[in-house]
């Protein structure tokens, strides 16, 4: 018996970005406690969490940030790599995308984290959009056609 990887290789970039995901969260973590500690943030959930953002450095927020935008868009990839490994497509062109995709959003993740230039950061999230927007469209085609 050949092991998962093989038979379904879409699952490899599903694990590999929610791996990723977790190192931003870490980040995030790595960023924001000593932050909340040295700029005295309360930790009152009466406390507006704009008030908190407000007296962070950006630098200590891009991590934040950047853990939230992992969780937002790459859901549907998610679903996607799900969808398409149920129906059991494991073509190298696919396969390729899937990983595209997740390269794109680590780098997308590593700008924001670093320099937060909003122009590299919109043309790599763009860039990784538009592989999404073909995968979606494979599932699409193997589920009609």
């Known amino acids: 018996m050949s092991p998962l990887i093989f038979d379904k290789p879409l699952l490899g970039p599903l694990v590999g ?37 407000e007296k962070l450095p950006p630098f200590v927020n891009w991590a934040a940030d950047n853990f939230n935008n992992l969780l937002e ?45 909003l122009n590299l950061r919109f043309s790599v999230f763009a860039s990784s959009s538009v592989v999404l927007l073909g995968l979606t469209a494979r599932a699409a085609y193997e589920l009609f056609f």
């Open 73 to 117: 868009q790459p859901t549907q990839f998610y679903g996607v790599m799900l969808a398409l490994s149920i129906m059991g497509v494991k073509d190298k062109l696919t396969v390729r995308g899937a990983w595209a995709y997740v390269g794109l959003r680590v780098i997308h993740s590593l700008i924001h984290v670093s320099t937060n230039s």
């Open 17 to 53: 970005l929610n791996a990723w995901t977790f190192a931003m969260e870490g980040l995030l973590y790595k960023r924001r406690i000593p932050a909340l500690a040295k700029f005295d943030i309360s930790f009152d959930p009466a406390t507006v969490k704009s008030q908190k953002a």
